[in-house]
């Protein structure tokens, strides 16, 4: 009857054990699966605030009169900055090419080559528009507006 008892009590013993361990090993992984989505986020919104920083700048730099132009590209939005080098006129193109937004400075009315572009930030979508002088950028849903300091004749 002892053996009994003790076999019994050691079956509860083992069961109890390894319903500890099933809860632990479930617990681990829960954990991870929400580490790595909460990284994951994490890395998206970093993305959209660096291209964002990015944009800021950019256009604080080169806020000119008659140099903040938006014009439609093959891939969508291109954001064109416009700058005076002497007699000479270069542009930094920004837009979205092979899932990164890019950047490419080339002298003024040159075709660019988006292989061999600057990639600035991750991105799956970007969109700007000029509406007077304010400009609307959106970057993977983020989206933003940018009041332009000096604007072009006859404008408002």
């Known amino acids: 009857m002892k053996k009994r008892q003790a ?4 079956a509860s013993v083992t069961a109890v054990f ?7 090993l479930l617990l681990v992984i829960l954990g991870s699966s ?10 998206g ?9 990015y944009l800021l700048t950019k256009l604080r730099s080169g806020d000119q009169e008659g140099m903040v132009a938006v014009e439609t590209g093959a891939a969508g939005d291109v954001l064109v ?8 006129v ?26 061999l572009a600057q990639v600035v930030c991750p991105a799956g ?8 002088d304010t400009l609307h950028l ?3 849903g983020s989206a933003f507006s940018y009041a332009l300091r000096s604007t072009e004749e006859g404008e408002p």
């Open 7 to 10: 076999g019994s009590q050691f």
């Open 18 to 24: 390894f319903s500890f361990l099933l809860a632990m």
């Open 34 to 43: 929400s580490y790595r989505d909460t990284v994951a986020g994490m890395e």
């Open 45 to 53: 919104n970093q993305a959209a605030r660096a291209g964002r920083a």
């Open 81 to 88: 900055l416009s700058e005076r080098a002497g007699d000479e």
């Open 90 to 115: 270069f542009e930094t193109r920004i837009y979205l090419a092979n899932g990164n937004l890019v950047e490419e400075y080339l002298p003024a009315g040159e075709g660019g080559d988006p292989s």
């Open 125 to 132: 979508q970007f969109s700007a528009r000029r509406e007077g």
């Open 138 to 140: 959106q970057i993977d």
